[in-house]
């Protein structure tokens, strides 16, 4: 009962997480989840301004077919940029070492992750793989696809690979010691009382995501790093002429990276399975199949990367193996999107932004999930892969997935992260916007590929232009949708109305504490005695304000 | 949801212990999460030699002979040697955790140096092997400007072809190497765990840190019982 | 399957296109079922179980294991019905025909360069007659390339070291796009061209008006004689120092390890470039490297060359009948970047 007590008058005034200690050093030197988490924040954003504006550079040039704005070499490098910022820079880390790092200790109960030091070292290793990475950039650029295809990679390109490479290679240690991390916590630091079966799906989805993190991130490590023997030393393991084969640089590639959107979109579809269920005031329907179904992706994933393989020269039988895996690993996610479905009937709506963009999210990732079908399918991969349909089928997943639910768990969590509340009006018409925007940007894209529009194209036959300049208006109207939030996000920092320590009435852990929380998260440790998306019955709810006191008389 | 917990009552005595971290609840969380970190770091060490396993194997398979030839010209005698250095070592290790467990000062700082002592022995004897191959113009590529790769000196079996033994000791120097670096930071580690077993840091109430540094320890004594197999054994049948 | 007046598909001009447009239309059939019946429940729901009142808590939903096996199922057995017509007709059409008409493809940092067997070459351009099989043997001097058809829904990649295969059989005069699918460096969305199908008169006219080129067996004959071939290979392939070559193709070859190996494409390739590699049982390693003295152009006119020369006995397979070799010399190991048949 005691732990309750420090859940009342909470204000901004009282000392937080924020205003603890100040100074510069006191952000950089922190050991605290939470400001580690700002710190990413921060800089991921500033990664996700690149890759925007690599993405707009693709789509103006892409208005006319012949190569007007930009030059051949530039394009290449343009896209190249694109993919490398937004995969390594932005998808990866973006819910995970945002949302992830500041909830995961609030939503068990912890007082912070189990390494903190390490933590913060994984911030500095990004931000060093990101200085390289830009670097690399800045003195020219590189020019492989963010796929860095060997013999291409190794021997022709005169771009700035090692650099690039190195970059990514840096990167990728920090995504492993986050993953590790979260692993560690959620095993040892669960509050009493916060069963494996009690804990929110945002920490299953994150557990999932972990698990691929440490085993996959080694294996692109060590990819990159033969890339790099080979490039500069030409140990041949990846060269034909000496005994090697390019192909296998393939295999190790996409043994990572495949995995890695599983990276991408698993913590999406666990911020949606909380603003599902808190938003409708329902737990979520068969939540053990929700959360067990996020570890079979986390496994089936590292089952299926020969699917990008299927017109690379591998063994019809493999192919056909690799095909049926695919298959099999579209489960799971179709039994989350029905779950998620069934758990709004007979619930309690309610319309504020970050449902709209899990609704948003459920409806694009379906999409994204079914195109998926039409490349793991051999007949239709063979003519679809390498064409504009992969890069509308991936851009459903990831924008429409991965950074809607961002976006939604950004708007969600956003009184306790910094205190204040964002403007509902704004946000829900720019939700509307970016939904809009976003479909109007890749749906086009589905046809180009299907009439044959290769991807990576710089100059494209005229008969494809209608399309691209549909998908470019489409892109200008996202671009928009996304500097708004930009905008009142920042502004309701400082203008915002304050909020309060639960603003949205939820049972989870994180709502239990002031807005923002204090350095510790929890003045004493919290005892949980309610099973996840647990609300309070009905008879209980004359007293909504003060609904977890309530709550606290119970226990 | 009625169900009620009662805080339990800490164990004070750990609780107070002066290396608990502020931000785990007792001494026993701590420990718990400490182990757990390192086995998952172990796992994705695994999976980052796993790579280069991947790599050895598949070429190995496709250049059986080249493969075998180079191997055989690799220094069995040696390699046999810093097999039992590394084992004893880890023996030592094992000493050292038992002995902190069980409060055994000296027996932990004499088993703690020995292991030191070990490591280091096996990184000059390979700082040996390394060199003879550099003699023999055996380092790959032109890392060594004025001793670019030759095979001349490899006996070669029948079908075995010059680049594909490069690529061998390409193989051979990217593992030890990988193997060597990861022994440099383990003895690195252990010096820092003898610095503080000197000053009586730890004992029965604490000695995580000694354990985990032992598991990683163990890990790097057992990537090497796969190194050394693989890297110097096999083939040595088809040796005319 | 018919499909010229659908809005947004691609010219259909093969034999396959058609198949994998009626897949295509299946899986689309499929994905827009299920988002509109998604995107309307969930519609409706919102919409009827929108929150009243903001003290309303609605009762928890246990869950239901019949309807979780049942959305599971379902998608499981439409899934694989997917898989099974996808593969099946990625399967019958992995293996190109006996009796197709081969056509070489090489691939070059930005520019197709093809070969037919009967001396025609073409850059960029890809002639040929409506209702044959052809069969498109295909390798590339540098990075990685694709050559891709849409209008035939085919697609594979160019891999150096290698030879890949695809297939097809047009069936509507036209010209269609030749694109290059992989990206391969600064001027890749230039490596296209065009693939123009003719009607079979038509496409002798054009083989006729177009002889003045050697064939690629003959230019490969000359290289032969050129490079040195014919010192230990024999004039017309019978043998002698190295193993006799006429009627090798595709027949068993006994190495010197004791293995045996079909004697494709890709096996040829590498005696030529790498000849150590693999010896056939009963002769030394006494042949040079080619490698780097002969563009992958070359090789295949070689290999053209070797296909056309007429079968000369059977000494070069039958492991008992080879010469003696004094000391046994190389054996070859067994893997080998092979070709894939697609």
């Given at each position: 009962m005691k732990a309750m007590e420090s859940f009342e008058a909470p204000t901004p005034a009282r000392i937080n997480y924020l205003n603890a200690t100040y100074g510069l050093k006191s952000w950089l030197l922190t050991k605290d989840h939470k400001r580690i988490a700002l710190l990413y924040l921060g800089s991921i954003s500033f990664f996700f301004l690149i890759g925007g504006l690599y993405a707009m550079a693709i789509r103006i040039e892409l208005?006319?077919?012949?190569?007007?704005?930009?030059q051949s070499t530039t394009y290449n490098k343009v896209f190249t940029q694109h993919g490398i910022i937004m995969v390594f820079f932005f998808l990866i880390p973006s819910i995970p070492a945002t949302l992830g790092n500041f909830l995961v200790p609030m939503m068990i109960g912890a007082k912070d992750l189990a390494f903190p030091r390490i933590n913060l070292l994984s911030w500095y290793i990004y931000m060093v793989g990101g200085i390289i990475t830009i670097y690399a950039l800045l003195a020219g650029g590189i020019d492989t696809g963010w796929t860095f295809y060997t013999p291409f990679s190794t021997t022709f390109s005169n771009s700035y690979v090692i650099a690039a490479g190195l970059g990514i290679f840096i990167n990728g240690f920090s995504s492993i010691l986050t993953g590790l991390n979260f692993i560690v916590t959620i095993h040892t630091m669960r509050a009493p009382g916060m069963t494996w079966f009690r804990l929110p799906l945002f920490i299953w989805s994150h557990y999932a995501t972990s698990l691929v993190m440490i085993l996959g991130t080694p294996v692109i490590a060590i990819t990159i790093l033969l890339l790099a023997f080979e490039r500069v030393a030409h140990i041949g393991i990846f060269d034909p002429a000496a005994g090697g084969d390019p192909v296998l640089f393939q295999h190790l590639f996409w043994f990572y990276s495949h995995p890695a959107v599983y990276i991408m979109v698993l913590p999406g579809m666990g911020v949606v399975s909380e603003l599902i269920a808190n938003f409708s005031r329902k737990n979520i329907f068969g939540y053990s199949f929700v959360a067990f179904s996020s570890l079979a992706i986390a496994v089936f994933g590292f089952l299926v990367w020969g699917h990008h393989l299927f017109v690379a020269s591998q063994s019809v039988y493999a192919g056909m193996i690799f095909s049926f895996l695919s298959f099999a690993v579209a489960i799971p996610s179709a039994i989350k999107v029905f779950n998620w479905t069934a758990t709004l009937y007979k619930a309690s709506i309610s319309y504020d932004t970050p449902m709209l963009y899990a609704l948003g999210f459920i409806g694009l990732f379906t999409v994204g999930g079914m195109t998926g079908l039409f490349l793991a399918s051999l007949a239709t991969d063979v003519h679809l892969s390498d064409t504009y349909f992969i890069v509308a089928h991936f851009h459903y997943i990831m924008v429409g997935g991965t950074l809607l639910a961002y976006l939604g768990g950004l708007h969600y969590w956003w009184p306790k992260i910094t205190g204040r509340m964002y403007p509902e009006g704004w946000a829900r018409f720019s939700a509307l916007i970016v939904f809009v925007g976003f479909n109007l940007t890749f749906l086009p894209q589905f046809v180009l590929g299907y009439m044959g529009m290769p991807r990576r194209y710089h100059v494209y036959p005229a008969e494809f232009q209608v399309l691209h300049v549909l998908s470019t208006a489409g892109a200008s109207i996202l671009g928009v949708g996304l500097l708004i939030p930009l905008v009142y996000l920042v502004w309701s920092m400082r203008y915002g109305k304050i909020a309060p320590a639960n603003p949205w009435n939820l049972p989870g852990l994180e709502w239990q504490t002031s807005s923002p929380p204090p350095t510790e998260n929890f003045e004493l440790t919290p005892i949980v005695t309610w099973e996840a998306y647990?609300?309070?019955?009905?008879?209980?709810?004359?007293?909504v304000g003060k609904f977890h006191n309530e709550r606290v008389k119970k226990v | 949801m009625v169900e009620s917990y009662t805080i339990e009552p800490e164990h004070a005595a750990a609780h107070g212990h002066a290396a608990l971290q502020h931000h785990f609840e007792n001494m026993e969380q701590q420990r718990e999460a400490s182990t757990l970190g390192m086995w998952v770091f172990l796992v994705t060490e695994i999976m980052f030699f796993g790579g280069m396993f991947l790599a050895y194997t598949l070429y190995r398979s496709k250049y059986p002979e080249a493969f075998a030839s180079a191997s055989n010209h690799l220094d069995l005698k040696l390699g046999a040697i810093n097999t039992v250095v590394l084992i004893l070592s880890s023996f030592t290790m094992a000493m050292a955790v038992y002995s902190t467990q069980v409060g055994k000062r000296r027996n932990q700082i004499i088993s703690l140096a020995l292991t030191l002592l070990l490591g280091a022995t096996f990184l000059g004897i390979k700082a040996v092997e390394y060199h003879q191959k550099y003699e023999d113009n055996l380092i790959p590529g032109r890392i060594v400007p004025s001793r670019p790769f030759n095979a001349s000196g490899v006996h070669l079996l029948p079908g075995a072809q010059p680049q594909n033994v490069e690529m061998f000791y390409w193989i051979y120097f990217a593992m030890t190497g990988m193997h060597a670096i990861h022994m440099i930071i383990g003895i690195g580690i252990i010096a820092i765990i003898l610095f503080w077993a000197i000053r009586g840091k730890y004992g029965p109430e604490y000695h995580n840190p000694v354990e985990v540094s032992g598991l990683y320890w163990h890990f790097v004594d057992i990537v090497w019982i796969f190194l050394f197999p693989l890297l110097y054994l096999l083939g040595r049948h088809l040796e005319h | 399957m018919q499909t010229s007046w659908i809005p947004f598909v691609p010219p259909s001009a093969s034999t396959l296109s058609g198949k994998v447009d009626a897949l295509y239309f299946y899986l689309s059939g499929v994905t827009v079922f299920f988002t509109i019946l998604i995107s309307s429940v969930l519609i409706f729901f919102v919409i009827k179980y929108r929150r009243r009142s903001p003290y309303e808590i609605p009762r928890p939903v246990a869950g239901s294991h019949k309807l979780e096996i049942l959305w599971s199922v379902i998608p499981f057995i439409i899934a694989m019905s997917m898989f099974a017509w996808g593969a099946q007709l990625y399967f019958q059409n992995s293996r190109p025909p006996d009796n197709a008409v081969e056509i070489y493809v090489v691939g070059k940092q930005w520019m197709w360069k093809i070969q037919h067997t009967t001396g025609q070459r073409e850059i960029n351009e890809l002639h040929v007659p409506v209702g044959r099989r052809i069969k498109l043997i295909m390798t590339t001097e540098d990075v990685i390339h694709d050559f891709y058809i849409p209008a035939f829904r085919i697609k594979a990649d160019v891999v150096p070291g290698k030879y890949t295969t695809q297939w097809f059989e047009a069936t509507k005069p036209g010209s269609y796009h030749l694109f290059c699918a992989e990206y391969c460096g600064m001027n890749h969305s230039g490596m296209i061209g065009q693939v123009v199908v003719m009607e079979p008169t038509e496409f002798d006219n054009w083989l006729s008006g177009n002889t003045n080129q050697q064939s690629p067996a003959v230019a490969g004959q000359q290289l032969y004689q050129t490079l040195g071939c014919v010192s230990c290979h024999g004039a017309s392939g019978e043998g002698g120092r190295g193993p006799a070559l006429g009627g090798v193709f595709g027949r068993q070859v006994f190495l010197n390890n004791g293995q045996t190996i079909k004697a494709d494409e890709a096996y040829i390739r590498e005696s030529i470039v790498n000849p150590q590699a693999k010896l056939v049982?009963?002769?030394?390693?006494?042949m040079p490297t080619f490698q780097g003295q002969i563009s992958e152009e070359q090789v295949v006119q070689i290999l053209a060359f070797i296909k056309s020369l007429p079968a000369q006995g059977t000494q070069a397979e039958a492991p008992g009948t080879t010469p003696a070799a004094t000391a046994p010399p190389a054996a070859g190991p067994a893997a080998s970047p092979g070709s894939t048949n697609r």
């Open positions: 208005l006319t077919p012949q190569g007007d704005l930009l647990e609300f309070a019955p009905a008879e209980e709810t004359e007293v | - | 049982n009963g002769f030394g390693p006494i």
